[in-house]
């Protein structure tokens, strides 16, 4: 039997039951890898703060995701940026098929999660991304002095609610219940709070206006009053930010694993499903408590009994332990506190010398921010050309000089790639800022046959803007999909444009949430895209 790209364990999700696993499996020496589309955190990546974890005083939810990923991958868990497209579970070989190839290992641990629950309530849809929004870290700072609502009575509601209070004139709290259904001390805090105002027994039931929100309707479950709520005079829109709870992401393990009637994967209380090798981990699971805490519970309980699992299947197939080897990290992020000396690691990989071409127009500031931010980074190697050039020079090298200032990659023959970077790629976009130039030098991140056939498809001239903030952590993965299509087929253009510093973009479209994906200067498609995704979308509009 070849061994030699068999892993141990593959964990499907890198969410903090999928990372916890991670570093249990880590710590005991399985070959291990973590597959997951989005950036790793799940859930709690999305989260502002996290003050009920034992032992963590208080902190992001970002930094908390960062922290369980680098702690996994110091006990030599590999992480793959990807897309699960199928999973093949029966017999002792497990097949995981994704958009950069096939994986096989011994064991799998399912910790795929969940997604927030649409109401469906009347103009949810339409304006989704208009004044629509699932999370308050990524879209709060749209509505700063405009009203908003929260919809939802259970723990992440009534934190989310606190916090949008940093943003908003005035918080309303919309409880389907009669009361909260978290912790008293979490619920005390919303209700307690001056600048936020509480609604029991009642439900949204329509919202609507023009472009953006102007008005949204209410009923009193109880008594079936309805109430009205306009935009005040003067204020441009407001926010409706849901927190109803989630939808488990079992879809591909339907008639695969055991579900039961919600879609939640069934386990025994030591995670393992009804395929033997095979746990599930997290949300993505019946449980009584969907927590932090809870989830990273599950994550060691999986990940110990795959390691008893694993070793017993060894002894019976014959296979011979082996020194871990693994992959290079395939997510490409390398943010730590050691930043410069990881980058020089990151140019020594690069087969070619890539170019920054900088345009200093417009906000003389932000120009200034950018030319600071790039002189720097291009410091850091020879590898790493960095130079101004004019907005009339970026036109003819074939690119849109139409948000400036702006970084636009070019390849070793000086020509562009079709990548761009409007305002400094900080935040979490210095990961996708990274990558760009990763992907131009070479060897860049893999793709499979089925996923490259998708993008040369591509036959028809196509701009894509991609609307962010720097404190999304959904944001980077977007761009840096549209921007692999971009350098894959010249057809394509993708521009980063961070729109706190663009308002002009935010306004014309008016987007109140992101990642916000605009297909030629014309629709808008809010929400996180795969590569695949993204492609069709350019296929349907262009």
Known sequence: MDTKNLYDLIILGSGSAGMSAGIYAGRARLKTLVIDKARAGGQISITNEVANYPGVLNISGPELSDNMKKQAQSFGAKFLDAEVTAVDLEGDIKTVRTTNGDYKALSVIAATGAVPRVLGFKGEQEFRGRGIGYCATCDGEFFTGMDVFVIGGGYAAAEEAVFLTRYAKKVRLIVREPDFTCARAVAEKALNHPKIEVFFNTEIVEVGGDNVLKYAEFVNNQTGERTRY???EGDLTFGVFIFAGYVPQSKLFEGVLELDEFGYVKTDEDMRTNIEGVFAAGDIRPKKLRQLVTAVADG????????????????????????????????GEFLDDEIKEQLKDIFERFERKVTIAAVLEGDEELSSELKGFLTDFAALSDKVELKFISGSELKALGASADVLPTAAVLDADGKYTGMQFGGVPGGHEFNSFVIALYNAAGPGQEISDETMSKI???NKKANLKIGISLSCPLCPDVVAA??????????VEAQMVDISRFPEIKNKYAIMSVPALIVNDEKVHFGKKSIEEIAAIIMAES
């Open 230 to 232: 306009e935009v005040p």
């Open 300 to 331: 060691a309980i999986a990940a110990i009994e795959a390691e008893k699992y694993v070793n017993e299947k060894k002894r019976q197939l014959g296979i011979a332990e082996t020194e871990e080897s693994g992959e290079e990290n395939a997510d």
């Open 456 to 458: 040369s498809s591509i």
């Open 482 to 491: 549209s921007q692999l299509i971009a350098l894959k087929n010249r057809n």
